[in-house]
């Protein structure tokens, strides 16, 4: 039922911080220009016209070779230069002597005529260096040109010269506005975290006694928890330049570059020392190397070699410490967690309901709230959320509020923001049957009553059949009232029968089935079987867990999975799979039809209403109301 930003400049601007002309005002406001062909096309024809008017010779009269022999047996041509490729002379004319060329042509008895005519002549060799030079360099420098132009339209980072340059931001000491008072819900990482802004702040402490500052502390948790946050703050609260890249901005589709970019990252971060280097999602460039049967790039395994070898170079005490985040641990090279590299491994769990509240409080603070509005409630009924999960939850109910125009921020909108979350968008206008409403009223409510009546399961807080989201044409909305870390054997049986009440109502009402309580079966036979196979819960199999540790993807025992029992014992876990789910099954039934009453009543207000809250619930089962 749940579902599982940053201001920065460029390294290369860092030296330009202080800048007088970065002090107040605004930045320029760069024109983009929009390239297009009719640029090539334009371009291409100037080149074109420059060849023709440097290249082409400048001659006064362009004649014919037949004319040429021609004034040559009149005695009208005086003197002759004669090249490889053409003929140019002067010759008498109406108007007086008069410069002309002509193409030269394969002629043997040329020679002979001129001096048989006694013209005077004389060879010349052309010297075409500069034509080739022109013809070859204007177009180079044309392409040179667009190729800049295109490539700086697709990013700067992809020049040539900055391939090997590291892709981190920094975030200079003005820039981080993040401190511990900015997190909460996970005190315990940041309490460990604490040191390492002591390591920062007087390193001389610790240096005294002989200890060394740990290199790597990499933080491992769930998407949403505020890994990344958590860096940051570490960064605020130690006031040093904070370098962040993402592991997947050191691969590229060049050999080499990956490797170059850690030696320049760890080169610029040694310059800025004292400072954190932050890679985020560690596992896109820590993969465990050798372990992949497809078979995998080389430039990945170098760009790690070089992290590693990086790690291993540098001096501990020159105040560079490295921060990692990532939700796989299970997936990164062993050599990244040995001690020297990645020293300290600080989980960041989700939080308590205490977490939760203080969460909401953080995330409340610019958000105006009516009097009515109880935080230490909406963190009750959002068991299992991290704190991007309640960040969206503030934000939503605000949109909600804005969008109603309402001036505050009521209960009623941070609930609905709940709901959408958990269970999606409410579609209203999507047209149902009466048939269908009535299946799904019932259903619902077959959840709702056995969920109720059942001393271990989770309290009912509201039952719909607006449909949500993609497929989910109702929902019956469960809560705990305190955060669970283990489940015994009676409360996964309840949880187990809470997932069958849908089904067994259908049956009870209608005589039949629907193909509404798939998802239902899927999680109560997960159940089942994990009770088994898993938790040792089964008595006729006893204290045995027949399910070994889930490996990470792309190990070659995940894609090859084999099992460590026999087909006979494989087939006592299917029976024992079935007889839990059996037996839940005939439980749910009795407890339906004692309250076939009460069940038929539930369903009626269901269709009337649309949504009914708990204490209609409780009135109809002449239940007490739970606290929230």
């Known amino acids: 039922m ?48 420059i060849q023709n008017y440097m290249v082409s010779r400048k001659v006064e009269d362009v004649i014919p070779y037949s004319e040429f022999k021609e004034s040559l047996r009149t005695g009208k041509i005086k003197a002759l230069t004669i090249t490889q490729e053409s003929i140019n002379g002067e010759r008498e004319t109406e108007k007086g002597p008069r410069a002309f060329h002509t193409v030269r042509v394969e002629d043997p008895d040329l020679v002979k005529e001129l001096e048989t005519h006694q013209v005077q002549y004389r060879g010349k060799i052309d010297s075409k260096w500069l034509t080739n030079i022109i013809s070859w360099i204007i177009p ?27 892709r981190a931001k920094i975030y200079a000491e003005k820039e981080k506005k993040i401190t511990f008072s900015d997190v909460a819900g996970i005190d315990e990482a940041k309490e460990e975290l604490k040191e390492v802004v002591e390591f920062l702040k007087t390193p001389g402490k610790f240096q005294r006694l002989g200890g060394k500052i740990p290199k790597g502390v ?35 589709m060049f050999v080499g570059v990956g490797a170059a970019r850690v030696r320049d990252l760890f080169g610029q971060a040694q310059n800025h020392a004292p400072c954190i280097i932050f890679i985020d999602e560690l596992d896109a460039l820590g993969k465990a190397r050798g372990v992949n049967p497809m078979g995998r790039h080389d430039e990945q395994e170098q760009t790690l ?45 989700r939080p308590d309901i205490n977490g939760r509240e203080e969460i909401l409080k953080i995330h409340a603070r610019h958000v105006k709230l009516s009097p009515d509005v109880d935080l230490r409630v909406i963190a009750s009924r959002t068991p299992g959320f991290v704190g991007a999960d309640l960040a969206n ?24 923001a709940i709901d959408r979350v958990i269970a999606g968008l409410e579609k209203k206008g999507r047209l149902m049957s009466k ?53 015994t054997k009676t409360e996964l049986l309840d949880r187990l029968a809470v997932l069958l009440g849908g089904r067994v109502a259908e049956e009870i009402f209608f005589g039949e089935i629907s193909t509404g309580a798939h998802n239902d079966l899927q999680r109560a036979t997960d159940i089942a079987t994990s009770m088994v196979k898993e938790f040792g819960m089964s008595e006729k ?79 109809i089962l002449n239940l007490t109301p739970t606290n929230p």
């Open 2 to 49: 749940k579902k599982d930003q940053k201001t920065s400049t460029d390294l290369r601007d860092l030296l330009r911080l202080k800048a007088p002309s970065d002090r107040g005002g605004k930045k320029p406001i760069l024109k983009k220009t929009h390239f297009t062909i009719w640029y090539f096309v334009i371009a291409f024809l100037i080149i074109m016209l």
């Open 140 to 166: 180079l420098v044309f392409f040179f040109i667009l190729w800049r132009i295109l490539f700086s339209r697709i990013g700067p980072e992809t020049s040539v010269m900055s391939f090997g340059k590291s």
């Open 218 to 252: 990499l933080l491992v948790g769930m998407p949403g928890t505020g890994k990344t946050l958590l860096a940051r703050a570490v960064a605020g609260e130690a006031n040093v330049p904070f370098f962040s890249i993402s592991g997947s901005n050191f691969v590229e």
């Open 305 to 349: 070699n070089q992290l590693l070898a990086e790690m291993d170079g540098f001096d501990p005490n020159t105040g560079v410490i490295i921060m990692a985040a990532t939700n796989r641990p299970e997936i990164l090279d062993p050599a990244l967690l040995r001690p020297g590299r990645f020293d300290r491994h600080v989980v960041v769990d």
């Open 393 to 416: 939850i503030v934000n939503e109910s605000a949109l909600l509020a804005a969008r109603k125009n309402k001036e505050s921020v009521e209960m009623a909108d941070i609930e609905e």
């Open 435 to 487: 048939k269908e409403k009535e299946i799904v009223a019932f259903h619902e409510s077959g959840h709702a009553i056995v969920a109720s009546l059942l001393p271990n399961a989770d309290p009912v807080r509201r039952i719909s059949i607006v449909p949500r989201g993609i497929s989910a044409l109702g929902y019956t909305l469960q809560l705990p009232t305190e955060d669970r870390y283990l489940m």
């Open 541 to 619: 199999l006893g204290y045995v867990t027949y399910e070994k540790e889930k490996k990470p993807l792309f190990l070659p025992s995940s894609l090859f999975p084999t099992r460590e029992y026999s087909e006979d014992t494989a087939k006592q876990i299917d029976e024992e799979v079935k007889k839990i789910v059996d037996d839940t099954y005939l439980r749910v039934k009795e407890i339906l039809m004692d309250k076939k009453d009460k069940l038929e009543e539930l369903a009626r207000l269901l269709l009337e209403k649309e949504v009914v809250e708990e204490g209609d619930l409780k009135k």
